[in-house]
């Protein structure tokens, strides 16, 4: 079974940057597509952005556009978030899947293999 381990989380102010990281015990290659999601509090499971193995092509949610950016190399998935606020602040976890279509880069129910997510807390 392979398991996906987030790490990166923490407390940032309005407007800061973070970066998050998710090491994979397998080659991120093994899947075609890795990707981000978030829960803040009182809200449901968000996809925040995606990764696909196809040329790398990646997907941002529209509240993320312009200032987060997902990368990864080898085993490892990468979230960089800039300008962050208020909205930003909660429980991101790493996800990875196996049978991704661009249509639902950013459903969950595409996803198979979940990190137990890492916090994220961005004052205003």
């Known amino acids: 079974q392979v398991q996906l381990v987030e790490s990166g989380g923490g407390s940032v102010q309005a407007g800061g940057s973070l970066r998050l990281s998710c090491v994979a015990s397998?080659?991120?290659?093994?899947?075609?597509?890795m990707a981000w999601f978030r829960q803040g509090p009182g809200k449901g499971r968000e996809g925040v952005a995606s990764i696909f193995n196809f040329r790398d092509t990646t997907y941002f949610a529209d509240a993320v556009k312009g200032r987060f950016s997902i990368s990864r190399y080898r085993n490892e998935l990468l979230l960089q978030m800039h300008n962050m606020n208020a909205d930003d602040t909660a429980t991101y976890y790493c996800a990875a899947g196996t049978e991704c279509l661009p249509s639902d880069a950013l459903a969950p129910e595409r996803y198979d293999v979940w990190g137990q997510g890492t916090q994220v807390a961005v004052s205003s």
């Open positions: 397998a080659p991120s290659d093994r899947f075609d597509c």
